[in-house]
Every structure is written in structure tokens, then in C-alpha cells.
């Protein structure tokens, strides 16, 4: 569908969406803060998870937070492939704490999705 020139070329706009960290001391030792991270996030999935740039990300706003947890472990750990997630995965150095607390951030955020709840 995209060439690999393409994936790295908006891997690499995604990334340089995020916010930079002016104090490079602080950045070396602390990495981005978890509102880059939620940034880095919205670069390609929209602003709150719910307007992603293309029709192929998917809208992670409402999503369930464990699945997201999950899904975002299994592209940390190489159990699920996507060059742009792996590169942002790696890029932002997620821990489990932050990868939970994104999860829990996108699944509060209004969805244009609907959620069916089981009786």
C-alpha cells in the first residue's frame, strides 16, 4: 500500500509533530513528557485520537484502554508489525506506567465511535 520511503517519510513528520523539549539536560535524562507523548499520539491519529490524518489509522478516542495498552505492548514488544508504530514506540521509550495512562487518556476522549456494552 505505501512504500517503506513513504512509512519512514510521515514516521518522520509524526515525530517531529511532537513538541520539543527545550533543556536538552532534561531531555537526555527524563525523555518526553507524557503530553509529547499524547501529542506524538494525535500527530497521525488526530487531535484526541478521534480525526486520524489518513483513513487507514485507526481512531483510538473511546477505544477501550486496555486494548489499547495492549495493542501498544504488542508493537513495543514486535508481537504486532507497523513500521510507524514500532518507530514511535521506540522513538518515545513507553514504559508499561505510560502506556497504561495512555490507554486510560484515549478512552476518556469523545469518539465519533460507537461502543456496544454487552447485558
Known sequence: MFSLRSI???CGLALTAAPVIANEETAA???PSFDDKVAACAACHGENG???IMPEYPIIAGQHADYIATALRAYRDGR???AIMAAQI???QLS???IDR???HFSE???PLTVLKMR
Open 102 to 104: 495512555l490507554g486510560q
Open 96 to 98: 508499561d506506567t505510560e
Open 90 to 92: 521506540t522513538a518515545l
Open 50 to 52: 478521534a480525526k486520524p
Open 8 to 10: 519512514l517519510l510521515i
Open 109 to 111: 476522549q469523545a469518539s
Open 29 to 31: 535524562t527524563e525523555g
Open 80 to 82: 504486532r508489525n507497523n
